[in-house]
Nanobody, 123 residues
Framework: QVQLVESGGGLVQPGDSLRLSCAAS????????EGWFRQAPGKEREFVAA????????YYADSVKGRFTISRDNAKNTMYLQMNSLKPEDTAVYYC????????????????WGQGTQVTVSS
């Protein structure tokens, strides 16, 4: 069993940066793949980024590639999403998720989810 808690969201201006954190509980956290997803009002949840258990493999949605960086610190049971050059279209609730399988862009691959943290990008 893995429990996830996101933090770090907030209101920022276009071009600013934010770092989201996802704190996990559970002894087997370091063996899980993790991902970030987001959901904007009136839209479906969409994939943002994923990382394997070691942190050695990552991949991103095209919309965030080059601006966002996913990483993890297994010693701290924490995953991160560094978001740079934020745009208004990045406004959404951001969720972290964990999977005992391989990293995936499909939300159905993840069994564990956090409660979400709001990111608002507006001038």
């Amino acid at each position: 069993q893995v429990q996830l808690v996101e933090s770090g969201g907030g209101l920022v201006q276009p071009g600013d940066s934010l770092r989201l954190s996802c704190a996990a509980s559970g002894r087997t956290f370091s063996t899980y793949s993790e991902g970030w997803f987001r959901q904007a009002p009136g839209k479906e949840r969409e994939f943002v980024a994923a990382i394997d258990w070691s942190g050695g493999f990552t991949y991103y949605a095209d919309s965030v590639k080059g601006r966002f960086t996913i990483s993890r610190d297994n010693a701290k049971n924490t995953m991160y999403l560094q978001m740079n050059s934020l745009k208004p279209e990045d406004t959404a609730v951001y969720y972290c998720a964990a999977s005992s399988g391989l990293p995936s862009s499909r939300s159905s691959a993840y069994a564990y989810w956090g409660q979400g943290t709001q990111v608002t990008v507006s001038s």
